[in-house]
Nanobody, 121 residues
Framework: QVQLVESGGGLVQAGGSLSLSCKPSGIIFTIGVMGWYRQAPGKQRELVATIGSSLSTAYADSVKGRFTISRDNAKKTVYLQMDSLKPEDTAVYYC???????????????WGQGTQVTVSA
């Protein structure tokens, strides 16, 4: 079973930086759009950033200029560099993939287990 394995996150003071990474397990041939969402307590899950296989990117207005999404297609890994963090960035961050192909066929709409990011004032 293919899973998205996330790493990174943690606790940081406001103004600090954290980085996240995510990679699917298993034998993966191709990956479509990869991205990050987040969900703060009591709020709906929201899009943070996405990156296509051609490296085109999109960001939520709230993180533009502070967060950078990137991917290494050879390593099949997506990264999220978070700089100038604010307390309002505190949330559980989820990695997503819209579709990928494996040795057992295609899969769609995959989500990671989530990793906590906490920014203290």
């Amino acid at each position: 079973q293919v899973q998205l394995v996330e790493s990174g996150g943690g606790l940081v003071q406001a103004g600090g930086s954290l980085s996240l990474s995510c990679k699917p397990s298993g034998i993966i041939f191709t990956i479509g759009v990869m991205g990050w969402y987040r969900q703060a307590p009591g709020k709906q899950r929201e899009l943070v950033a996405t990156i296509g296989s051609s490296l085109s990117t999109a960001y939520a207005d709230s993180v533009k200029g502070r967060f950078t999404i990137s991917r290494d297609n050879a390593k099949k890994t997506v990264y999220l560099q978070m700089d100038s963090l604010k307390p309002e960035d505190t949330a559980v961050y989820y990695c997503t993939v819209d579709r990928l192909t494996t040795n057992r066929g295609p899969l769609e709409d995959l989500w990671g287990q989530g990793t906590q990011v906490t920014v203290s004032a």
